[in-house]
Protein backbone atom coordinates (compact mmCIF):
# COMPACT_ATOMS: atom_id res chain seq x y z
CA UNK A 1 0.00 0.00 0.00
CA UNK A 2 1.29 3.19 -0.55
CA UNK A 3 0.17 6.76 1.91
CA UNK A 4 -0.06 9.90 0.47
CA UNK A 5 1.07 12.33 3.02
CA UNK A 6 1.01 15.90 1.53
CA UNK A 7 0.48 17.09 -2.11
CA UNK A 8 1.84 20.55 -2.69
CA UNK A 9 0.76 23.06 -5.68
CA UNK A 10 3.96 24.74 -7.02
CA UNK A 11 2.68 25.86 -10.27
CA UNK A 12 3.52 24.35 -12.77
CA UNK A 13 3.57 21.37 -10.84
CA UNK A 14 1.92 19.53 -8.48
CA UNK A 15 4.28 17.26 -6.20
CA UNK A 16 2.35 14.15 -3.92
CA UNK A 17 4.47 12.84 -0.86
CA UNK A 18 4.26 9.51 -0.62
CA UNK A 19 5.27 6.14 1.11
CA UNK A 20 4.98 2.89 1.27
CA UNK A 21 2.99 1.50 4.59
CA UNK A 22 4.46 -2.13 4.88
CA UNK A 23 6.23 -2.89 7.88
CA UNK A 24 8.33 -5.30 6.43
CA UNK A 25 9.91 -5.47 3.12
CA UNK A 26 11.33 -8.98 1.13
CA UNK A 27 15.13 -9.29 0.35
CA UNK A 28 15.16 -9.77 -3.01
CA UNK A 29 18.56 -12.48 -2.73
CA UNK A 30 17.40 -14.67 0.24
CA UNK A 31 13.75 -14.03 -0.29
CA UNK A 32 13.84 -13.37 3.66
CA UNK A 33 11.40 -10.82 5.27
CA UNK A 34 12.79 -7.95 7.58
CA UNK A 35 11.72 -5.10 9.83
CA UNK A 36 14.77 -3.83 10.42
CA UNK A 37 14.83 -0.43 9.00
CA UNK A 38 18.43 0.97 8.00
CA UNK A 39 17.52 4.39 6.85
CA UNK A 40 15.31 6.16 4.10
CA UNK A 41 15.82 8.78 0.95
CA UNK A 42 13.54 10.10 -1.62
CA UNK A 43 12.64 9.50 -5.21
CA UNK A 44 11.05 12.30 -7.65
CA UNK A 45 8.98 9.85 -10.11
CA UNK A 46 7.34 11.77 -12.95
CA UNK A 47 3.64 10.84 -13.04
CA UNK A 48 0.61 11.82 -15.82
CA UNK A 49 -0.31 15.16 -15.15
CA UNK A 50 -3.07 16.16 -13.25
CA UNK A 51 -5.78 18.85 -15.18
CA UNK A 52 -2.44 20.45 -17.35
CA UNK A 53 -0.02 20.65 -14.52
CA UNK A 54 3.25 18.35 -14.21
CA UNK A 55 2.76 15.92 -11.33
CA UNK A 56 5.66 14.50 -9.67
CA UNK A 57 5.34 11.76 -6.66
CA UNK A 58 8.24 11.94 -4.03
CA UNK A 59 8.59 8.59 -2.51
CA UNK A 60 9.67 8.14 0.50
CA UNK A 61 11.73 4.64 0.04
CA UNK A 62 13.33 2.91 3.18
CA UNK A 63 16.45 0.82 2.83
CA UNK A 64 16.41 -2.37 4.92
CA UNK A 65 18.58 -5.01 6.71
CA UNK A 66 18.72 -8.56 6.08
CA UNK A 67 18.75 -10.25 9.05
CA UNK A 68 19.94 -13.45 7.27
CA UNK A 69 23.69 -14.25 7.91
CA UNK A 70 24.52 -16.13 5.03
CA UNK A 71 22.63 -13.77 2.55
CA UNK A 72 25.38 -11.90 0.14
CA UNK A 73 22.83 -8.53 0.23
CA UNK A 74 22.91 -6.83 3.48
CA UNK A 75 20.97 -3.78 2.79
CA UNK A 76 18.44 -3.72 0.21
CA UNK A 77 15.24 -0.76 -0.75
CA UNK A 78 11.64 -1.85 -0.20
CA UNK A 79 10.01 -2.16 -3.80
CA UNK A 80 6.77 -1.44 -5.12
CA UNK A 81 4.80 -3.83 -7.92
CA UNK A 82 3.76 0.08 -9.96
CA UNK A 83 6.79 1.50 -9.77
CA UNK A 84 10.24 0.13 -11.00
CA UNK A 85 13.26 0.16 -8.76
CA UNK A 86 15.25 3.07 -10.85
CA UNK A 87 12.98 4.21 -12.72
CA UNK A 88 12.31 7.94 -13.32
CA UNK A 89 9.02 7.97 -14.37
CA UNK A 90 5.81 5.50 -13.40
CA UNK A 91 4.60 2.69 -15.38
CA UNK A 92 2.08 4.29 -17.27
CA UNK A 93 4.20 7.10 -18.39
CA UNK A 94 6.75 4.70 -19.79
CA UNK A 95 4.03 3.21 -21.89
CA UNK A 96 2.57 6.44 -23.12
CA UNK A 97 5.83 7.76 -24.44
CA UNK A 98 6.40 4.10 -25.88
CA UNK A 99 3.20 4.17 -28.12
CA UNK A 100 3.77 7.37 -28.75
CA UNK A 101 7.37 6.43 -30.18
CA UNK A 102 6.06 3.28 -32.07
CA UNK A 103 3.34 5.71 -33.76
CA UNK A 104 5.52 8.51 -34.91
CA UNK A 105 8.11 9.55 -36.41
CA UNK A 106 10.49 10.72 -33.32
CA UNK A 107 10.42 14.93 -34.18
CA UNK A 108 6.71 14.54 -34.10
CA UNK A 109 6.34 12.14 -30.90
CA UNK A 110 8.26 14.77 -29.28
CA UNK A 111 6.00 17.64 -30.22
CA UNK A 112 3.09 15.47 -28.83
CA UNK A 113 4.52 14.62 -26.15
CA UNK A 114 5.10 18.28 -24.83
CA UNK A 115 1.25 19.09 -26.19
CA UNK A 116 -0.16 15.83 -23.47
CA UNK A 117 2.50 17.35 -20.88
CA UNK A 118 4.76 14.11 -20.42
CA UNK A 119 8.00 15.77 -22.42
CA UNK A 120 10.98 13.37 -21.40
CA UNK A 121 13.05 15.73 -21.29
CA UNK A 122 15.87 15.22 -24.28
CA UNK A 123 15.18 13.76 -27.70
CA UNK A 124 16.65 10.08 -27.53
CA UNK A 125 13.98 9.50 -24.71
CA UNK A 126 11.03 8.43 -27.25
CA UNK A 127 13.31 7.20 -29.72
CA UNK A 128 15.06 4.60 -27.01
CA UNK A 129 11.22 3.77 -26.01
CA UNK A 130 10.65 2.76 -29.71
CA UNK A 131 13.55 0.63 -29.80
CA UNK A 132 12.92 -1.44 -26.83
CA UNK A 133 9.56 -1.73 -27.68
CA UNK A 134 10.24 -2.99 -31.15
CA UNK A 135 12.91 -5.00 -29.70
CA UNK A 136 11.22 -6.77 -27.52
CA UNK A 137 8.16 -7.60 -29.23
Given at each position: ?50 F ?16 N ?34 E ?34
Open positions: KVRVSNIEFKPPTIHIYASLTGKRAKCPVCKEYSYSVHDRYDRAIMDLPVQYDSIIILTARKFKCRDNCKRKVFTEQNDNILPYARRTDRVTRLLSDIAIMATGSGRMLSEKLLINPKNSPTLLKYGCNVLYLN
